[in-house]
């Protein structure tokens, strides 16, 4: 029962990283153009 709750968690938090990461990928192509 404390592995599935976890595994939720880390999802989440990763998919936020992604959206960030993707957020500053972008931002980056902006500057470099």
Do not use: A
């Not at 599935?4 to 880390?10: D, S």
């Not at 989440?12 to 902006?30: A, H, M, N, P, Y």
């Amino acid at each position: 029962g404390t592995i599935h709750p976890f595994r939720k968690t880390h999802r989440s938090i990763f998919g936020k990283l992604l959206q960030e990461f993707t957020l500053v990928c972008s931002d980056r192509r902006t500057l470099t153009q």
